[in-house]
């Protein structure tokens, strides 16, 4: 049996941009893509804290270092400029591996740049 469990988490990220006339996705800088283990055209769940919108896309790269979060096409109608979201990607891990499976959040700052790095979220956690 395989359960679906998060395997990446970009925590409290700033939207630097909505894009409604563009195709489709979310472009997210490449080092905090790197940084987290997100790969290109991976699926992801975006959740905004502002006005509790939740949805899907798929990841574009952005350019190194630029801190930006983008959302595009129909899924810029879901945010504005500066909401705060999480991004979440999700695997499938075997039942023998999820007692050892350890997903990689990014703790962000208000510029998108990564504060902190951890694999397991502590209860009742406030960032």
Do not use: W
């Not at 006339?21 to 800088?29: C, L, Q």
């Not at 075997?94 to 703790?107: G, L, N």
């Amino acid at each position: 049996m395989f359960r679906t469990m998060m395997n990446a988490k970009i925590h409290r990220a700033r939207v630097t941009e909505a894009n409604l006339n563009y195709v489709g996705s979310i472009t997210i800088d490449e080092e905090i893509l790197d940084a987290v283990g997100m790969v290109p055209n991976e699926k992801v769940q975006i959740v905004n804290n502002n006005n509790g919108a939740r949805f899907e896309t798929y990841i574009i790269p952005g350019k190194r270092g630029s801190g930006v979060v983008c959302l595009n096409g129909a899924a810029a109608r879901l945010v504005h400029e500066g909401d705060v979201v999480i991004i979440i990607s999700y695997a499938l891990v075997s039942e023998e591996k999820i007692h050892s499976h350890k997903p990689r959040v990014a703790i962000m700052n208000e510029y998108n740049q990564i504060v902190d790095m951890i694999a397991a979220e502590p209860e009742a956690t406030v960032m």
